[in-house]
């Protein structure tokens, strides 16, 4: 079964900061691997995704992620953060074959405040 | 370009009562699934479908119901709903090819009284 954990529920910056959002997953082989932003009263719209290739992927907004597979990690970060970042951000991981990579299991979520 | 639609956007129920929560979406994406989101618990899921005629189980399917008769539609049911059911609930979607991307509604919020 897959996991993921995401440390720290929610975490605040400063306008301009750096954001550091951490995520780790626990799977038997390489996943894919996720992040999702959810802005207030929305659905939640794809940041960025590791399926094979370069481990460190670029997403839009600013926000890059690299996975570290000795580490089992998928940190989120974006060099200075902006007031329209604020919002709450999901981890999420898959399978990569068959029927497993239909279903994406979601971190808890972390909010992210960004104060001016 | 209406993508993955939901409706209604929210639901005020008594314990006991049945309603279904709709979802439609005009990708023809093969792939739909219910998930429900509740504070602090991100969100986990209830029941998902890879086709038309083919529905399975999430993880937390107790309580509902779905069917898949269309590509474009996969309602919810609630058959006696129950407190615990209060939660915000996202239908998404995702064709064969796309490695992951969901495509997400905006949501339908129903409160259990």
């Known amino acids: 079964a897959q996991s993921v954990t995401q440390l720290g529920s929610h975490v605040s910056v400063s306008e301009g900061a750096l954001v550091l959002l951490r995520c780790n997953y626990s799977?038997?082989?390489?996943?894919?691997l996720f992040w999702y932003v959810q802005y207030p009263n929305q659905g939640l719209q794809l940041l960025l995704k590791y399926t094979t290739g370069a481990t460190l992927v670029k997403g839009i907004n600013g926000f890059e992620a690299e996975f570290k597979k000795s580490e089992t990690s998928f940190h989120l970060t974006k060099p200075s953060a902006h007031m329209s970042d604020a919002a709450e951000y999901f981890c999420?991981?898959?399978?990569?074959?068959?029927?497993?990579?239909?279903?994406?299991?979601f971190g808890k979520g972390t909010l992210l405040t960004v104060n001016p | 370009n209406a993508g993955v639609t939901q409706t209604p956007k929210f639901q005020v129920l008594k314990t006991g009562q049945s309603m279904t929560l709709q979802c439609a979406q005009d990708?023809?994406?093969?792939?739909m699934s219910w998930y429900r989101q509740d504070p602090g618990m991100g969100l986990r899921l209830i029941h998902y479908s890879v086709g038309a005629g083919i529905t399975d189980q999430g993880e937390v399917p107790n309580g509902y119901n779905v069917s898949r008769s269309t590509t474009e539609d996969f309602p919810l049911r609630l058959l006696s709903a129950a407190p615990s059911q209060t939660s915000v609930y996202f239908c998404?979607?995702?064709?064969?090819?796309?490695?992951?991307?969901?495509?997400f509604g905006e949501g339908s919020r129903l409160t259990v009284l």
């Open positions: 799977s038997s082989v390489p996943p894919y």
């Open positions: 990708m023809n994406h093969e792939y």
């Open positions: 998404a979607s995702r064709d064969r090819a796309n490695t992951g991307e969901l495509f």
């Open positions: 999420a991981v898959s399978g990569t074959s068959g029927g497993s990579n239909y279903k994406l299991t």
